[in-house]
């Protein structure tokens, strides 16, 4: 199994929907982040949680909200989903010692 | 804010020759680590390489190492022997600060 494990893979949704996207970690680490991938503009911070009751907006958090039920879940909502926000979609985890992310596999996601 | 700025959309490379792709950084602490990762068309982030502020040496894995010139705030990937399968996107990225730059595409001609 995949260290970090994002779900689902792909999604297609409509506008105005509601829409979450999950990931769980087995690495243990603290820290804990969602970042989209746009064309041309690299990964863009999101949200980010360094412990279960940490949670900090990131550079482009707007139209997002995320949950962190637990040290190994971090999960982020699109409360009503809209065609910019087509986007490849990952979460990362860290922990405070070793430097680096691990990466999840990423969510595809399109808004029609 | 700190910023990560890499300058080269695209880039190519004959196979077996080296490359280098750049990565500049803004900052004022002193301590601070920089990273590049590897997205093949796969689609996933790969860890490749890491340079601590401290570090007396350039770091290096393999056919990878940083061209570090902290005096110039810039940390640049170079890539020895390419092969095909180094065609991919590059990012460079900050720790502590969480951005990543926009990303270079290399590719690999054979």
């Known amino acids: 199994d995949a260290d970090v494990t994002q779900t689902p893979r792909n999604r297609i949704t409509k506008t105005g929907k509601r829409i979450m996207l999950e990931c769980s970690q087995t690495k243990g680490h603290d820290r804990m982040y969602w970042y989209r991938q746009d064309p041309g503009l690299g990964l863009r911070l999101i949200y980010y949680s360094f412990d279960v009751k940490d949670i900090n907006k990131g550079e482009i958090s707007d139209g997002y909200s995320v949950s962190r039920q637990a040290q190994a879940k971090f999960s982020l909502s699109l409360e009503s989903a809209i065609p910019n926000q087509t986007a490849l979609y990952f979460c990362a985890t860290s922990d405070r010692v070793n430097y680096g992310y691990t990466f999840g596999s990423g969510t595809r996601l399109t808004v029609v | 804010a700190q910023k990560i700025t890499q300058t080269q959309p695209g880039m190519f490379v004959q196979e077996k020759e080296a490359v280098t792709l750049d990565c500049t950084y803004d900052t004022s602490d002193p301590s601070y680590g920089l990273f590049w990762y590897k997205q093949p068309s796969s689609g996933e982030m790969i860890f490749l390489i890491y340079q601590g502020s401290y570090d007396q040496q350039n770091a290096t894995e393999g056919r990878y190492s940083l061209n570090f010139q902290k005096a110039r705030k810039s940390a640049n990937l170079v890539i020895s022997a390419s092969q095909l399968g180094d065609s991919a996107m590059y990012f460079c990225?900050?720790?502590?600060?969480?951005?990543f730059g926009a990303g270079t595409r290399l590719t690999v001609k054979p």
């Open positions: 990225a900050m720790w502590g600060d969480m951005r």
